[in-house]
C-alpha cells in the first residue's frame, strides 16, 4: 500500500490546516487508518485513527480540535486541524494497517501499522 499524504503549510496559532492522505487501495490492509505526528526531538505520537466503517480515536490533546475522516470509494484520509497550536508543530504522517489493529472500539495507536507516507510538515507560530 502507498500513501502519499498533502496538504501541509506553515499557519499562525489559531488557524486550520487540511491534511489528506491517498491510499494506492482500499482493501483489508488498509482496514485501520490512522494519523500520527512527530516533532523534532520526539518521539512519533498518534493523533487520530479510523476505522473503516467509521469509528475514531483521538488523542487528548488534540480532542476537539481535529477531525478524521475517510472516504473509502476515494482512498482517501482527511485530518481537518483547527484552533492549531505552537505545540501541533510537527511532522504529520498518514498510516495504514488491517483488522488486527482493531481492538473492536478503534484502531489502536500501540499496534503495529503496516504501512506509512513520507509524511508533510505543518508548521504553527506563535
Known amino acids: 500500500v502507498q500513501l502519499v499524504e498533502s496538504g501541509g503549510d506553515s499557519v499562525q496559532a489559531g488557524g486550520s490546516l487540511r491534511l489528506s492522505c491517498v491510499a494506492s487501495e482500499y482493501t483489508y490492509r488498509t482496514y485501520c487508518m490512522g494519523w500520527f505526528r512527530q516533532a523534532p526531538g520526539k518521539e512519533r505520537e498518534g493523533v487520530a485513527t479510523?476505522?473503516?466503517?467509521?469509528?475514531?480515536l483521538y488523542a487528548d490533546s488534540v480532542k476537539g480540535r481535529f477531525t478524521i475522516s475517510r472516504d473509502n470509494a476515494k482512498n482517501t484520509l482527511n485530518l481537518q486541524m483547527n484552533s492549531l497550536k505552537f505545540e501541533d508543530t510537527a511532522m504529520y504522517y498518514c498510516?495504514?494497517?488491517?483488522?488486527?489493529?482493531?481492538?473492536?472500539?478503534?484502531?489502536?495507536?500501540?499496534?503495529?501499522?503496516?504501512?506509512w507516507g513520507q509524511g508533510t510538515q505543518v508548521t504553527v507560530s506563535s
Open positions: 479510523i476505522v473503516s466503517d467509521g469509528n475514531t
Open positions: 498510516a495504514a494497517g488491517p483488522r488486527s489493529i482493531y481492538n473492536g472500539y478503534y484502531c489502536s495507536f500501540s499496534k503495529s501499522w503496516a504501512f
